[in-house]
């Protein structure tokens, strides 16, 4: 079963990599662009086929390691 | 005081935290992060810089799920002595020894460059040594060391006591262009509840011979093998 983690900046956290590559985007002039929020995505393949206990499993691993919940917000997705 | 240095793989300043631990008379010993305990009658636990395990996912935060880093947290809960040095000081946030989070530097520069300290407190077992409010001259070198954490946390940390450090000019005035970082309230270093662990950004071990410029560091270890 394929999972994906998406970890992303709070509100309200300074982003300087995200406003970096926003100015790089105006830069290269391409239009519309109100603003840049850079975050991390895990593509991740889970054993079995109980997407709860899969979900749960992610949950525990986003707590744990792959988000920084000072900072981060984390979201899970089965695939 | 017998110091107990952990190895991470990526670390690069334990060759540099010994050495100021030896000059100031410390026996130190090198610890492997996949080791389970401590040398017996470990005193002192140090997290040199560098850079854990390439700096892969957050800075720190691999290492702060090493094995080791049980043994360091009973060690810390036991009232022992940690100190957290640039990567080190990420490992402690990392690992929930110490509040809040060092971000990317404001200006997304990687500095490297000579810093001024105001010791912010001199009657803990780090700073016996030095005055109250004076600047010291170290060294920083880090592209991640915007200390942010929850308002919350900030007023504890503030009303606590528990900043160690912060950035300030030769005159010891605090902040603006002093702060290279951006970091909050010109945090360059916290302590525990307990005072008993200390994470800084800063290089104090890289400022303890005049060969280099500078020995204003080495007050941080001799207050240490003080105590």
């Not at chain 2, 190895?7 to 492997?32: H, K, M, Y």
């Not at chain 2, 401590?38 to 002192?44: A, F, Q």
């Not at chain 2, 702060?64 to 002595?81: L, S, T």
């Not at chain 2, 402690?92 to 105001?118: A, H, I, T």
Request: aromatic share 6%.
């Amino acid at each position: 079963m394929k999972a994906r983690v998406t970890v992303t900046l709070k509100t309200g956290v300074l982003d300087p990599q995200g406003k970096a590559i926003e100015g790089a985007l105006h830069s290269l002039g391409i239009d519309g662009i109100a603003s840049v929020r850079q975050g991390k995505v895990f593509d991740i393949e889970v054993e079995g086929d109980d997407a709860e206990a899969a979900k749960a499993a992610l949950a525990a691993a986003s707590e744990k390691l792959l988000a920084n919940t000072v900072v981060e917000n984390y979201r899970v997705d089965i695939l | 005081m017998k110091a107990a240095i952990v190895l991470f793989p990526g670390s690069n300043r334990e060759g540099d935290a010994a050495r100021a631990l030896r000059q100031a008379g410390a026996d130190t010993q090198i610890v492997w992060h996949d080791d389970h305990a401590l040398p017996d009658r470990t005193d002192l636990v140090v997290l040199p810089g560098g850079f854990s395990y390439g700096d892969y996912l957050r800075c720190g935060a691999i290492a702060g799920r090493a094995k080791i880093m049980d043994a360091v947290r009973a060690h810390a809960a036991r009232g022992g002595y940690v100190l957290g040095i640039c990567n080190g000081f990420q490992i402690l946030c990392e690992s929930g020894l110490l509040p809040g989070v060092l971000m990317r530097n404001r200006d997304l520069r990687f500095v490297c460059k000579r810093q001024f300290l105001r010791v912010e407190r001199n009657d803990t077992v780090f700073t016996r040594v030095y005055k109250k409010h004076q600047a010291i001259d170290v060294a920083i070198a880090h592209g991640e060391g915007n200390y942010e954490a929850h308002e919350e946390t900030i007023r504890e940390l503030e009303d606590q006591g528990r900043v160690a450090f912060r950035y300030c000019n030769a005159q010891a005035q605090v902040g603006g262009e002093a702060n290279p970082n951006g970091s909050t309230n010109d945090i360059a270093g916290i302590y525990s509840e307990k005072l008993n662990v200390l994470g800084m950004m800063p290089h104090p071990e890289n400022l303890i011979d005049p060969l280099v410029g500078g020995i204003d560091g080495r007050g941080l270890f001799a207050s240490l093998v003080a105590a």
